[in-house]
């Protein structure tokens, strides 16, 4: 079983649309977990970073976590055709401990694309 | 304020052969990750750099080894080159000493194995 499972898509929606991103993952020691978007051919951006569980709002992303699901999810409000990318979740157990490091899980990515 | 910067952006090379990737962090932080993606997958953690010694290494052969210079600045190796080894290879950078734990990406090294 993979650490992190992610519906590799692709997800195709008209513009305006609510998009729904979702990975499930397996460790419960995981409290650290972030969405990040990636364009073709380009190095993933970060979107969104939450600790624990609950819902974080920065503009028309909302990110939620569900830890007793084991369920993370990343929601697009008024979808815009620039939207259109991968994106990819990322999970992590430990950000610092004994003065190292903040490894990085990923999902496999589920390309987007929103139809003008 | 720059971003985290990999050189070079491109490179194709032949089995059997070596390559040295480059990475530069964003202003500010002192630790640099590397990862592998291949086509179509997520980011892979290769390892990670942190005062100029390797903190932690993902399931990756020992031909692929890195060094982390003075200013931070990174380099990753990779010997006896594979069909494999294709992929696009990603710097990550972040604040370890700073409490800021965020990892900002550069736009990573599209390597070619032929």
């Known amino acids: 079983q993979k650490e992190v499972e992610q519906d590799p898509g692709p997800l195709s929606v008209p513009e305006g649309a609510i998009v729904s991103l979702n990975c499930t993952y397996s460790?419960?020691?995981?409290?650290?977990f972030m969405w990040y978007r990636q364009y073709s051919r380009k190095g993933p951006e970060l979107l969104m970073y939450t600790y624990s569980s609950g819902n974080k709002e920065d503009g028309r992303f909302t990110a939620q976590v569900d830890k007793s699901s084991k369920y993370i999810s990343l929601f697009i409000r008024d979808s815009q055709p620039s939207d259109s990318a991968t994106y990819l979740c990322?999970?992590?157990?430990?950000?610092?401990?004994?003065?190292?490091?903040?490894?990085?899980?990923f999902g496999t990515g589920t390309l987007l694309a929103v139809q003008p | 304020d720059a971003g985290v910067t990999q050189s070079p952006t491109h490179l194709i090379k032949t089995r059997g052969q070596q390559v040295t990737l480059r990475c530069s962090p964003k202003s500010g932080h002192d630790t640099v990750s590397w990862y592998q993606q291949a086509l179509g997958q997520g980011p892979q953690f290769i390892f990670q750099y942190y005062e100029e010694e390797e903190r932690q290494r993902g399931n990756f052969p020992d031909r692929f080894s890195g060094h982390q210079f003075p200013n931070y600045s990174s380099e990753l190796n990779v010997n006896a080159l594979l069909l494999g080894d294709s992929a696009l290879y990603l710097c990550a950078s972040s604040d370890l000493n700073g409490r800021t734990y965020e990892q900002y990406f550069g736009p990573g090294t599209r390597l070619t194995v032929t």
């Open positions: 990322a999970i992590s157990s430990d950000m610092n401990y004994g003065g190292a490091t903040n490894k990085l899980i």
């Open positions: 460790n419960s020691a995981f409290q650290y």
